[in-house]
C-alpha cells in the first residue's frame, strides 16, 4: 500500500455541475511572456494542453512543423491540432511540455492525458477539490528502506 | 509489410529508382518516404505556405542523422541553431535576436495518430 499525503489543492469550477480545474502558468520559453489559466481536467483528451487559437498565438514561438502536428479521432472524424513548445508549470513544477490547437477549430482549454501522466492528482468530488500528491514517507517506507 | 503493385508507369518508376539510388536509399525506404510526404502534404496544405516546414520535410533524413536528439531551429530555410537542451537553444535563439522559428527534435518528436479526443470535451 501507497501513502500520499496532499501537497496542494484548487477548488473545482462552478459550473452546472462543477468541473475539476488545474492552475496552469504557460510560459514561452522565447519571450518569457507567462500567464496563468484554470484548465479543466479531461481524461477523454489524449493529448497535451489544448488551448484556444488566441492563446496559441502568444505561446507558439516555438512551433514544431506541420509533420509532427498530432491527429485525434473523435466522433465527428479525424482533427489535427497544431503544437508548440512550452514550458507550463502546474503547482510549481516545471516541465517541457506542449500547447495544442485545432487548424481549423477555434479551440478550448483543456488538460489531456500527456500530462496528466506526469504528476499525481486526486479528486475530491464531496469537497469539490482537485488535489496534488506526494507521496508520504511513512514508519513503513522507513522500515522497507533499511 | 510485402505489397505488390500493378500497373505502374514504367518511365516514371525508372526514374523514381535512379534517383533513390543516388540518395543512397533502398526502393523501400524511397516508397517508404514518398508516402509520407505524400500523406503529409495531402493532409496539410498549411504546408505549402511555409518554407522552414518544406525544408525540415524534405531533409528529415538528413536533419535525423546529423541531430539526432538534438534541438534544432529551423527559419528562412535553413538550420540557424542547434543545441543540447532547450535552455541552450532559447539563449543563442535569443543572441541572434529571432522571435519565433519551427523548433523540433529530430528523431524524437511524435507524428501521426495521437489518440482520441472524446466526445465529452469537444462541445
Known sequence: ?146 | MDIIIRGINEKIYREFKAEAARRGLKIREAITEAIKLWLAINELPLLAENRDSVFYLLNKRELEEKYYGKYIAIRDGRVIVDAENLEELVLKLRKMGVNKALVIRPGFEEEGFGGEWSWSSIG
Open chain 1, 1 to 146: 500500500m501507497e501513502f500520499y499525503r496532499i501537497a496542494n489543492c484548487i477548488d473545482y469550477e462552478e459550473n452546472l455541475v462543477a468541473k475539476p480545474v488545474i492552475e496552469v502558468t504557460l510560459i514561452n520559453p522565447l519571450t518569457s511572456y507567462k500567464a496563468t489559466y484554470r484548465i479543466p481536467i479531461d481524461t477523454g483528451f489524449a493529448g497535451y494542453i489544448m488551448v484556444t487559437h488566441e492563446i496559441y498565438q502568444k505561446f507558439s514561438s516555438l512551433e514544431l512543423p506541420p509533420t509532427s502536428f498530432l491527429t485525434y479521432t473523435t466522433v465527428i472524424g479525424r482533427v489535427t491540432l497544431k503544437r508548440s513548445r512550452v514550458i507550463a508549470k502546474i503547482f510549481n513544477r516545471k516541465i517541457e511540455t506542449f500547447i495544442e490547437t485545432p487548424i481549423l477549430w477555434p479551440g478550448k482549454l483543456l488538460l489531456g492525458r500527456r500530462i496528466l501522466n506526469q504528476i499525481d492528482l486526486a479528486m475530491l468530488g464531496t469537497k469539490l477539490k482537485l488535489c496534488l500528491l506526494a507521496e508520504k514517507e511513512t514508519n513503513l517506507t522507513k522500515l522497507e528502506e533499511r
